[in-house]
């Protein structure tokens, strides 16, 4: 088996970060963090999460994050499942933060999009039905 364990980020303002993912994330708690030296660069880091998956923060990012709406390469966006989008929307709103993409709803699943304050697409997901091929939509 293989699964996920984290993500690593690289992000310009710590605090920023934190209160949004926070927000998103209420139940997560910060793991530990430190100081490390990234090829001759000094930042301090942060691991957000719980005891089996977390975001690792790293600060110190400089430039800007890809254009979404184009093509470059690099990350589009990532995604996690949720019981509660509804939650997660409410409590990212009352941050001043809007979706980038409106919620949509069908039968089967719910999906939002947001940017956090660093330029990353975060969707959060919520399944209606446990059966794979109705949460899971194809042109195929």
Same mark, same amino acid.
């Given at each position: ?23 998103? @994330? ?10 490390? =030296? ?11 999460? /719980? ?6 923060? =790293?600060?110190?990012?400089? /430039? ?13 966006? @990532? ?16 941050? =001043? ?8 709803? /069908? ?8 940017? /956090? ?18 949460? =899971?939509?194809?042109?195929?």
């Amino acid at each position: 088996m293989i699964r996920l364990e984290h993500l690593n980020l690289v992000v310009k303002d710590l605090n920023a970060t934190l209160k949004f993912y926070q927000a998103a @994330f209420p139940h997560w708690k910060v793991r530990g963090g430190g100081k490390s =030296n990234w090829y001759g660069h000094p930042r301090k880091w942060i691991h957000f999460g /719980d005891d089996y998956n977390y975001l690792s923060f =790293n600060d110190s990012g400089t /430039d800007e994050n890809r254009k979404l709406k184009e093509y470059q390469i690099g990350l589009a966006h @990532f995604a996690f499942v949720t019981t509660d989008i509804k939650g997660v929307i409410q409590r990212l709103q009352d941050i =001043n933060i809007s979706p980038s993409v409106a919620y949509e709803k /069908d039968e089967f699943r719910g999906s939002v999009y947001f940017v /956090d304050p660093d330029g990353y697409e975060i969707e959060f997901v919520q399944y209606y039905s446990d059966q794979p091929q109705e949460r =899971n939509r194809y042109d195929n």
